[in-house]
């Protein structure tokens, strides 16, 4: 299965919810993250990691030889043993990365690996846009999750781009970060599926950027268990419906209650 997760308002911490997710996904699956966001990676410095390997030279690899397992010779390990494509440091060296990767047909790694019956290949592709260098492995993705906080200026700027953001990927699913609107509440007025909600946890985020003196591992913080609920429903709907995901209802025609019409005049 091929994730990519991204926001398309604010930073509603789409690296943190990317490494979350692979640390907790259930067995038997076999997760990899991937940082294809165009503004530059983070898990580098969090983890104090080398360059390489990462995306610049998967980017490099997938030019001569895309062959079988390409993806797992160019990743790194955290910490807890999650493996780890870092990001280049620099937005332009980043973009550059995903432009070859695109331009070489490297998407097609990912898919490859994403289709082996164990990987689980979670891109962090930050901010989504028409323009975004990141696209290419959204449109490849089998599922697209979409992180917001569930406030009325990010909502209303969400329901906005929703038109436009279902064309990209078979799949749009929404998890919200922090406090605020609840998540049937969302899915209703949105009429898009969200898989559940992250909580606000400063500890329990400092495990998972690699801080130091964080002494709770992500099993134990109240995000990473909630991280664990939100990686069993998408490992759930995957096998419920073969290996593509299903497709969100009711994102061709956004439902427009009075909580959605008090989003956009925010």
């Known amino acids: 299965m091929l994730l990519a997760i991204g926001s398309v308002k604010a930073s509603p911490g789409a690296t ?16 990899v993250v991937v940082e294809a966001d165009p503004a530059g990676g983070d898990l580098l410095a969090r983890f104090g990691l080398e360059p390489y390997p990462g995306l610049v030279s998967l980017a490099a690899a997938a030019r001569r030889t895309p062959e079988p397992g390409l993806l797992w010779q160019h ?12 990001g280049a440091m620099g937005g332009e060296q980043a973009k550059a990365a995903l432009d070859a990767l695109a331009s070489s047909g490297g998407t097609a790694v990912l ?8 990987t689980v290949v979670i891109a962090d592709c930050g901010r989504v846009e ?15 999750v979409l992180l917001a906080r569930p406030r009325a200026d990010e909502l209303a700027h969400l329901a906005a781009l929703l038109p436009t953001v279902s064309g990209w990927c ?17 899915t209703r007025e949105l009429g898009v599926p969200v898989l559940g909600a992250l909580p606000h946890d400063p500890p329990g985020a400092a495990v998972l950027a690699g801080q130091p003196g964080a002494r709770r591992g ?22 419920g419906t073969g290996h593509r995901v ?21």
């Open 218 to 239: 992500p099993d134990r913080s109240a995000l990473g268990q909630a991280a664990a609920q939100v990686a069993a429903v998408i490992r759930a709907q995957a096998l």
């Open 16 to 31: 943190t919810v990317a490494v979350a997710l692979g640390a907790r996904w259930p067995a038997p699956g076999v997760p």
């Open 75 to 86: 990743t790194q390990r955290l910490p807890g043993g999650l493996g780890v494509v870092v």
């Open 170 to 186: 078979a799949a749009v699913w929404l998890v919200l970060v922090g406090d605020g609107y609840r998540p049937r509440d969302v």
């Open 111 to 118: 898919r490859q690996a994403a289709d082996d019956g164990r």
């Open 246 to 266: 299903p497709a969100a209802s009711g994102l061709a025609g956004v439902v427009r209650g009075p909580g959605a019409d008090a989003w956009s005049r925010s």
């Open 130 to 144: 028409s323009a975004s260098a990141a696209l290419p492995v959204v449109r490849a993705a089998d599922a697209l």
